[in-house]
Structure formats: structure tokens, C-alpha cells
T-cell receptor
Framework: GAGVSQSPRYKVAKRGQDVALRCDPI?????LFWYQQALGQGPEFLTY????????KSGLPSDRFFAERPEGSVSTLKIQRTQQEDSAVYLC????????????FGPGTRLLVL | ELKVEQNPLFLSMQEGKNYTIYCNYS?????LYWYRQDPGKSLESLFV?????AVKQEGRLMASLDTKARLSTLHITAAVHDLSATYFC????????????FGTGTSLTVIP
């Protein structure tokens, strides 16, 4: 079956622009995660959904970051008024049911803010 | 704040040699995850270690977990070039407040 997909794969934004990153998890997966990965670093947790409920958003770096999963499947990570420090790869992952199960990662969206 | 530390950060080894990557974490966790990442690619799950003393093996890779020492190891046996990648360990789940914490990664290069 299809894995986790993300779009766009690459995004160049001018500073101050709003961007929206999409994640399609594996069909039927309950849990969905967003991570930010800076160059040469490990992924950093941003937020976690169980179905449509956002159970943890403590990793979101500022109030410019917003994530939603309104129908419990596709998720969107929105960054408002992008800054250069937002440049990173944004990874989405999903797991079947429980948060402690193996996470399956998408290919990521590489965001460059100029 | 929970910390996950890996060492070494960079590892260059010859084909056929053995080596161990270490992962230390700073708080109680019953589960430890290992992932592989190839350049420009996403993360691929290698192992999930579920309890103290757990050992899992897949091909030339073997992972173990000591929850009392808060230490996991990833042992590479008779390395081959195809193992060149960055390896991450991670802890997380309900016992860490629904968050996941990744190490900084170990970049492995296997030289023919």
C-alpha cells in the first residue's frame, strides 16, 4: 500500500509569506506527527494528533505555526509570516493506532525561506 | 528536558569491520527506536525495543536496550558499503508526555 506522502516536496518562500504543508498519512493510521529537521540534526517533535484531536502541540516553536487534521486523515502544517530560521525539512509520520507504535515517515518537505 | 545523546556523531569504518553506536537518554523510557536515514531521504524504521534486555537483529545490525542504564546500542557486524547512512535513536510515547525525542544521529560511512 501507499506510504506517507507529503506535498510539496520543496518550497521556497519569501520572508513574511505564509506557507501550507500537506501530509497524507497511511490509510487508517490513527496517530500523526509533525517534526522539524534542521540540517545535520535529528528530527524535533512539533505536534501530535490522534484522529482529529491535537493531543500535544508543545513542540511548535511559535504561534506562527499551526497544524490541523480536521477529518482525522490529511493534516496541514501552516507557517505564517515565515522567517529565515523556519528553513528546515518538515517531516510527517503516522502510526497505526497507539502513539508508541512504530512511526512511518514521509519524504518530507524542504522549506527554504529567503 | 529529556536529552538523547548518540556517539560517535561521525563514524568511518572499513568494510568487514565491527563497530557499536551508543545511545544514552536522560529519563525513563520503556521503548527505544532506531531509524536509518539516507542522504536526502526520509527515516526508515529499523528496530523497536520494548523492554529491558531486549535484543533485536536484522542482517548485520543488532540493537539492544538496557533501561536501567538508559542505554541502547546498535552493533554493526562485518560492515558493508550499503550500510552507509545516518542512524538515529529515539525515545518517546506515553511515558514522555506524548512526545518523541531523537538523538543527533550518527553518520556512518563504510569505506570499501
Amino acid at each position: 500500500g501507499a506510504g506517507v506522502s507529503q506535498s510539496p516536496r520543496y518550497k521556497v518562500a519569501k520572508r513574511g509569506q505564509d506557507v501550507a504543508l500537506r501530509c497524507d498519512p497511511i490509510s487508517g493510521h490513527v496517530s500523526l506527527f509533525w517534526y522539524q529537521q534542521a540540517l545535520g540534526q535529528g528530527p524535533e517533535f512539533l505536534t501530535y494528533f490522534q484522529n482529529e484531536a491535537q493531543l500535544d502541540k508543545s513542540g511548535l516553536p511559535s504561534d506562527r505555526f499551526f497544524a490541523e487534521r480536521p477529518e482525522g486523515s490529511v493534516s496541514t502544517l501552516k507557517i505564517q509570516r515565515t522567517q529565515q530560521e523556519d528553513s528546515a525539512v518538515y517531516l510527517c509520520a503516522s502510526s497505526h493506532t497507539d502513539i508508541q507504535e512504530t512511526q512511518y515517515f514521509g519524504p518530507g518537505t524542504r522549506l527554504l525561506v529567503l | 528536558e529529556l536529552k538523547v545523546e548518540q556517539n560517535p556523531l561521525f563514524l568511518s569504518m572499513q568494510e568487514g569491520k565491527n563497530y557499536t553506536i551508543y545511545c544514552n537518554y536522560s529519563t525513563t523510557s520503556d521503548r527505544l527506536y532506531w531509524y536509518r536515514q539516507d542522504p536526502g531521504k526520509s527515516l526508515e524504521s529499523l528496530f523497536v525495543l520494548l523492554s529491558n534486555g531486549a535484543v533485536k537483529q536484522e542482517g548485520r545490525l543488532m540493537a539492544s536496550l538496557d533501561t536501567k542504564a538508559r542505554l541502547s546500542t546498535l552493533h554493526i557486524t562485518a560492515a558493508v558499503h550499503d550500510l552507509s547512512a545516518t542512524y538515529f535513536c529515539a525515545v518517546g510515547g506515553r511515558n514522555t508526555g506524548n512526545q518523541f525525542y531523537f538523538g543527533t544521529g550518527t553518520s556512518l560511512t563504510v569505506i570499501p
